[in-house]
């Protein structure tokens, strides 16, 4: 349900908040611990169930409180087990959450915005202009929904999410505040427990609010790199014409440096044939990043129409990442799942509502990011 009402939603609320909006209740502030479990770790959205708190407390809250997530248009499982939701936000735009399990690991891509402003050359949501920011319900409503599917028996859930990336719709850091409450509830163990180096946040380089970021949080960054040099970057990713290499770089390392020993960045690189693939832009990389404590993760592009880009053959990606690997990198190569059910990345299937509404038009954006991590063989030579 995305209907406004002047209800507190306290899906939403991080510990603190939920704190402070029972002491404004005039309840004791423990009864913030009690709620958040109740949500977060059983997905109860009904103060009914919340059977150790008070009849009385309860009738209190119902008049001025409510759980709500953003509304599910539709859920879809893969064959190999990745899970796709659709869900409706306030501003009436759909975003998409992808879930990946593999290898004992549950990686949910959270979407922050309807559509992003930043418009990156080869990206389908950039190309539909930006929408609405999410807010915090609708952002840590996703990640309530997917453990909520996993749940066996009801008013349970299981813990099915043990990573989460942001990498769906939007560009988190310009959603900084609703994002950072997000990621706070996702590391809470009132929330989803989830450990900080399992909680990655990726920009395409807002230098301000990386530096932002560091003072408040210490989750994993990924940088969506995709260029090795100003003048190709600034081509795809025009927000580097404000925050250049030689800034943004230096911005990164710190925030990593912040976060202690053992920490490295995650340079994410798009391949588009032809244009950042070839073999000299693999040397400007080795140089470029070569005081970076990094790994790099190659996401060949997936296509969608008019985009003007292609996918570069996989020996071009190999020999990238020979490239690479042989400079004594960590590199690994992103492979599409869920492609039965369109989860794979740049897919053609949330909606973004024109902003004008005047047609009532919904554009297509492009689909999430989302995508395992595997190191393709490297010396395999198959076309
Ligand atoms: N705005 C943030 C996070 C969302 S985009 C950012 O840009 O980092 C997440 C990733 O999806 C980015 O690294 C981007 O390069 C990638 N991406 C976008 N469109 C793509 C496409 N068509 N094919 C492959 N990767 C794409
Ligand atoms: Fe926005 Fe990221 Fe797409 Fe660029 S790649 S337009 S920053 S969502």
Redesign the pocket.
Known sequence: MTNATSKTNLLGLTQQKLEAFFEQLGEKRFRAGQIMKWIHHYGVDNFDEMTNVSKVLREKLKVCAEIRGPEVVSEDISRDGTRKWVVRVASGSCVETVYIPQNGRGTLCVSSQAG?A???SF?S??KQGFNSDLSVAEIIGQVWIANKSFGSVPGTMDRAVTNVVMMG???PLLNFDNVVDSMLLMMDDLGYGISKRKVTLST?GVVPMIEKLGEVTDVALAL?LHAPNNALRSQL?P?NKKYPLEVLLPACKKYISGLGEKRSLTIEYTMLKDVNDLPEHAAEMIELLRDIPCKINLIPFNPFPHSGYERPSNNAIRRFQDMLHQAGYNVTVRTPRGEDIDAACGQLVGQVMDRTRRSERYIAV?QLAVEAEVVLPLRDSNP
Do not use: H, I, K, Q
């Open positions: 992003c930043l418009d990156c990206c949501t950039g719709m939007g560009e395409s969506s990713v927000l492009r």
